[in-house]
């Protein structure tokens, strides 16, 4: 079980969530199937998968600001691995998508960089006394490569939408709303003191999920710029509002993870992008892990990518962000990036290292 038991994202706390149980649990709960969760369900819980963005995203802003304290050449080797991994399957996924004309409605461009992005994501295995230092490197790695895999999303999501302003500005408007959220919640939390503390960083919450949903931008980007400011602010708000925002973690990742298995719809554009995606996600996960090796001390070339193959939850979120914005042109790769998360789960399996300890 220690095969399944890791970080869901920068900052969070290690947990056995493994994709190959609550996806196809979703799915058996779906339309399709059982119809317990169905498309008016789904339409519901929506707001579900705004909050649960927003809350992985100031997860992972409170954790990059705590690291940009102290830099580290790990930064740089995740930034590395992540923009392989992104190259690797875009372009692949770009040149496939010229060959086959296969019908999809999004643009080509949004297509593979937002396969990508889902991609990029990887969950960092839990660390314990005594592990391989190639463990506790791989760790770091991965849960650092999640930053800029959300910079690029909220802009992909701003090409995706039917919007009137250039794709910066949107991604420059998602990270203002992130940040004056982040300001109110500053001003609220550091001024209050017992149950109205919490009651306040839910309303914080509710507005970073909120806001750029209804704008059609990224509740992950916002949050992680709020998450961001509330590190850099003075005071305890980034402590304050980690521990909030613990006690519903695992509840959420589970829901979001549900969700996704409900929402997988097969089409013959999401099966024909499934099998690209997961060749070129293992590609760029080795190629990525075998450059980031280079910055980061003692591991070895070979190593580090085998560790990177387990998917993170942020691709996942983003895919089902991505369905909020375009709705069901995007459908084909919720499918791709949520089948696909499966097969890497079952790969990483295959291709863990045998020995962790150190």
């Known amino acids: 079980m220690r095969v399944f038991r890791t970080h869901a994202a ?6 056995t969530a493994p994709v190959m149980l609550f996806i196809p649990l979703g799915v058996l709960l779906g339309q399709n199937v059982l119809g317990i ?31 940009g ?10 930034t590395i691995e992540a923009g392989i991994t992104i190259a690797v399957v875009s372009a692949a996924v770009l040149v496939l998508l ?27 295995p839990s660390v314990e006394a005594g592990d391989a230092a190639v463990r506790i490197v791989a760790a770091r790695v991965a849960d650092l490569d999640d930053v800029m895999p959300i910079l690029l999303g909220g802009f992909v999501l701003s090409l995706a939408g039917d919007r009137t302003e250039s ?37 914080a919450l509710a507005l970073l999920a909120g806001a750029p949903a209804y704008l059609g931008l990224s ?17 305890q708000c980034d402590v304050i509002v980690a521990r909030e925002l613990r006690k519903g973690q695992h509840p959420l990742i589970v829901l979001l993870l549900i969700i996704a298995g409900a929402r997988l719809l097969p089409s013959l554009a999401g099966v024909w992008l499934f099998a690209p995606y997961v060749v070129f996600r293992f590609a760029g996960k080795v190629l990525g892990g075998w450059t980031a090796s280079r910055l980061a001390p003692g591991v070895a070339p070979s190593d580090l990518g085998a560790y990177l193959i387990p998917p993170g939850v942020i691709g996942i ?42």
Do not use: Y
């Not at 086959?100 to 889902?118: D, F, K, Q, R």
């Not at 940040?179 to 109205?196: I, N």
């Not at 369905?323 to 079952?346: R, S």
């Open 317 to 358: 979120a983003f895919a089902l962000n991505l369905h909020q914005v375009a709705g069901a042109a995007a459908a084909p790769l919720v499918f791709a990036a949520t089948a696909g998360a499966i097969a890497c789960e079952a790969l990483a399996i295959a291709v863990a290292p045998a020995v962790d300890r150190a």
């Open 69 to 78: 304290k102290q830099p580290t050449r790990l930064l740089a080797a995740s």
């Open 37 to 67: 969760i169905s498309a008016n369900a789904l339409a519901h819980l929506d707001i579900v998968i705004s909050v649960g963005l927003a809350t992985l995203g100031v997860f992972i802003g409170i954790a990059a600001g705590r690291e």
């Open 167 to 203: 794709p910066f500005a949107a991604t420059a408007l998602t990270v203002g709303v992130g940040l004056a959220t982040g300001l109110c919640g500053w001003l609220l939390v550091e001024r209050s003191e017992g149950a109205e503390r919490g009651v306040f960083v839910l309303g």
């Open 219 to 235: 509740p992950l980007l916002g949050g992680m710029a709020a998450g961001f400011f509330w590190v850099i602010a003075p005071g």
């Open 98 to 124: 010229g060959i086959w004309s296969m019908p999809i409605e999004l643009p080509m461009l949004v297509v593979a960089l937002a396969l990508g992005v889902c991609a990029s994501a990887s969950a960092a």
């Open 10 to 15: 920068l900052g969070l706390r290690p947990l």
